[in-house]
């Protein structure tokens, strides 16, 4: 099975500034994630994902970085909104059936103006 | 496109009644669709997965008799929760893949916030 962690319950940063959300995973056989971003009282967007057979994976303003020796990703969100403030969950497929996702724990970002 | 809406966006009821929440996908069909549960600043949590035409897969310790899932066509799923108690007062929110795009990418409903008196 996979777990993803999320070990950073909350992240602060100012706007304008670089966003750096991490998630780490236990099984390196499955390698595709996904971040999802969430406001509350709603339902998870997606923003971006990323396979192992690349170590980045840009869209605008936010990219993903995969460091596979290190079990590690992170979404980097340049430059930070207001509007960006929500809960971040990194997410994988984990190689289960009709592929369902594991996800995180949750980052709450706080961009401040 | 990938839109995925839930009706309604808010039930409350009392206490032994039962509640049908609505999932569908409306700019492509799934063939797959799963339902979560998330409690208050938690993460969220797969109930099941739910297959067009078939029955649906709960996770450990969901109770598939109070949790009725049925997906009846390739764009519609419901969930039925059966004599609901205050305890299963939740947000619930489901989720759509879209096998044209990505490999495991779901597209979620906005959620329906359930409320049992």
């Known amino acids: 099975d996979q777990q993803v962690k999320q070990n950073s319950p909350s992240l602060s940063v100012q706007e304008g500034r670089i966003s750096i959300l991490n998630c780490d995973y236990t099984?390196?056989?499955?390698?595709?994630f996904l971040w999802y971003k969430k406001y509350p009282a709603e339902g998870p967007t997606f923003l971006i994902s990323?396979?192992?057979?690349?170590d980045k994976n840009e869209d605008g303003r936010f990219t993903v970085f995969l460091n596979k020796s290190a079990k590690h990703l992170s979404l980097h969100i340049v430059p930070s909104q207001p509007g960006d403030s929500a809960v971040y969950f990194c997410a994988s497929p984990g190689g289960t059936s009709y592929g369902k996702l594991t996800f995180g724990q949750g980052t709450i970002l706080t961009v401040h103006p | 496109g990938a839109v995925v809406s839930q009706h309604p966006s808010r039930v409350i009821c009392k206490s032994g009644t039962s509640v049908k929440i609505e999932c569908r996908s409306l700019?492509?069909?799934?063939?797959?669709m799963f339902w979560y549960r998330q409690f208050p600043k938690q993460s969220l949590m797969l109930m099941a997965t739910?297959?067009?035409?078939?029955?649906?897969?709960?996770e450990q310790g969901v109770e598939k008799d109070k949790f009725l899932i049925n997906h009846a066509s390739l764009t519609l799923s419901t969930l039925t929760v059966t004599s609901a108690h205050p305890e299963d007062s939740s947000f619930y929110i489901c989720?759509?893949?879209?096998?044209?795009?990505?490999?495991?990418?779901?597209?979620f409903g906005p959620g329906t916030r359930l409320t049992v008196t």
């Open positions: 099984n390196s056989m499955f390698d595709y």
């Open positions: 989720s759509a893949r879209d096998y044209r795009e990505g490999a495991y990418e779901q597209y």
């Open positions: 990323i396979s192992s057979i690349k």
């Open positions: 700019d492509f069909q799934a063939t797959t």
């Open positions: 739910s297959n067009e035409g078939s029955k649906a897969t709960y």
